[in-house]
């Protein structure tokens, strides 16, 4: 396919290490304090594993895309998050690889990375409209026939009525919402690696991606593996030094917990505490002691705010769930599935049935 083999030579060519755009959009995005080197480092790598490792071919055939099966003429409006550095390539590629024309509001938190990527992308030949910007009326009378956002469900009902005031989408669109906040982690066992692959799953981004594990449960007590896992944090830290602060909320939940005596691991940047409640504070942890029945619970509990649930190998299965393993949760592979969703298989087969 002509689109595959060209947004793979973009993505190789952006990526490499010394890709003039790229370098300075990584420079300004580092001087304006929008996110850590080691952050922006870290996914620039990852991506660049994922496009040398086949996985665009990959993704393309997991998704049943072929001449046939594509969202070619189709409009998508992408509306792209900013929470983590190049937060939004993976829509970029799909929704290119889906062979639809491509229309990328970028997100103010993150102006610069995906916009580098997406000139690369603009010089590679394609047949599709590839446009983008940070304004969002920059797409009034688009008419997309599909938008691609993340948020709230609270938010759902504001940004359906800006586009529909700017008819940037038609009326009969597909939305492709996404909503997950964090994800889970069931740790049958405790070793070094569990805890080295742990503290990254916690602490890359600040926390802040909806694959960061923000509960884990664990057949054993925080307080039986807090020097081990604080050990772990404290060496995650030395290499990748805490980006964001968290506000004061954390140290007030600190000093209830002290209060009623709530077992917890405080690392002045991170909280650890024992609860089965949503975490709903930005650099915490929930820690609970149960079984794979538990984990079942909990995901049911709180259902697609949910994006992944982890165990430390293929072997440890809890029946009933999807799971991946704890060491790729900030090193997914380029098909992995934001809410369960695969992105281009989506965009084609609505695309068919329109």
């Known amino acids: 396919m002509n689109t595959l083999t060209n947004i793979k030579k973009a993505a190789t060519a ?10 300075e959009a990584v420079e300004k995005t580092i001087q304006q304090g929008l996110f ?12 660049k594993e994922n496009i040398e490792a086949g996985e665009i ?37 799909g929704g290119i690889l889906s062979g639809a024309d491509y229309y990328g509001k970028l997100s103010r938190k993150d102006p610069y990375l995906l916009a580098s990527f997406l000139d690369e992308v603009e010089k590679a030949g394609l047949d599709q409209q590839i446009q983008f910007s940070t304004n969002l009326e920059d797409f009034e009378n688009l008419e997309a026939g599909a938008v691609v956002f993340a948020g709230s469900s609270s938010s ?38 569990t805890s080295n692959q742990l503290a990254e799953a916690m602490l890359r981004y600040g926390g802040q ?49 002290e209060a009623i005596q709530r077992d917890q691991l405080w690392m002045e940047h991170f909280l650890i505490q024992k609860s089965e409640g949503l975490p709903e504070t930005d650099f915490t942890v929930h820690w609970v002691k149960g ?12 259902g697609k705010l949910v994006q992944s649930v982890y165990t430390m ?20 592979p380029l098909w992995w599935k934001p809410d369960g969703v695969d992105v ?6 609505r695309s068919s049935r329109l």
């Open 57 to 93: 071919e990959e993704w393309a055939k997991r998704a049943g895309l072929n001449e046939k099966q594509n969202a070619k003429a189709r409009r998508v409006l992408c509306l792209h998050a900013g929470n983590l550095p190049l937060v939004g390539f993976q829509t970029v590629v």
């Open 344 to 349: 281009v298989e989506q965009l084609w087969s």
């Open 209 to 257: 991606g909806c694959r960061s594990v923000a509960i884990v449960v664990a057949p054993f007590d925080l307080e039986e593996v807090r020097d081990s896992l604080a050990s772990a944090m404290q060496n995650f830290w030395k290499r990748n030094p805490p980006h964001a602060q968290p506000s004061e909320e954390l140290k007030y939940q600190y000093a209830y917990n």
């Open 14 to 23: 952006w990526l490499h290490p010394d890709h003039p755009g790229k370098k």
């Open 313 to 332: 190998d293929t072997d440890t299965a809890i029946e009933g769930l999807e799971t991946e393993t704890l060491e790729l949760a900030q090193r997914p």
């Open 36 to 47: 850590s080197r080691e952050d922006v480092d870290h996914q620039v790598a990852v991506l």
């Open 291 to 302: 079984d794979a029945d538990k984990v079942k619970e909990l995901r049911e509990k709180f």
């Open 156 to 193: 759902v009902p504001e940004v359906k009525e800006v586009i529909r005031r700017l008819n940037a989408a038609r009326t009969d669109a597909e939305y492709i919402i996404r909503t997950a906040k964090f994800s889970m982690a069931y740790l049958k066992e405790w070793s070094a690696q």
